[in-house]
């Protein structure tokens, strides 16, 4: 495995464990490995579980001289990721979140999806 590779994936996994398995835009719990221990947990189908796969977000994009190390990497699911880079021009990592938030608050963003934030607390607090 190429060393850029590498190091992005390392940063990924320290990005995923920082914000406790959530998604920095959006805060959605994302996962990570097997796609359908999630699906099955939070009664989705794969399509749908899809979109919670945890990404490798640079805040500052790499065209723009951003690095792979952990200080420019966060953990975004696929669906704020893409949808973040689908603008013609990607807004700043701020900016978007706010947007993204803004969007969960009035249930527009993973439509239909808002009990699965719940769920997730619910099993922590079993957990602990
Ligand atoms: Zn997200």
Redesign the pocket.
């Known amino acids: 495995m190429p060393t850029q590779l590498r190091k992005l994936i390392k940063s990924r996994s320290t990005a995923f464990n920082r914000q406790g398995g959530r998604?920095?835009?959006?805060?959605?719990p994302?996962w990570r490995g097997a796609l359908e221990p999630f699906a099955q947990l939070h009664g989705m189908t794969l399509g749908q579980a899809r979109q919670?796969q945890c990404t490798a977000e640079h805040l500052l994009a790499r065209q723009d001289g951003g690095k792979d190390g952990s200080d420019n990497i966060v953990a975004?699911?696929?669906?704020?990721?893409q949808r973040r880079h689908k603008r013609k021009k990607a807004p700043e990592p701020d900016a978007y979140k706010a947007l993204?938030q803004k969007r969960v608050a009035c249930g527009k963003?993973?439509p239909g999806r808002a009990k699965i934030i719940a769920t997730q607390v619910t099993l922590m607090e079993t957990l602990n």
């Open positions: 998604c920095f835009y959006c805060n959605y994302m919670f975004a699911c696929r669906a704020c990721n993204v963003w993973h």
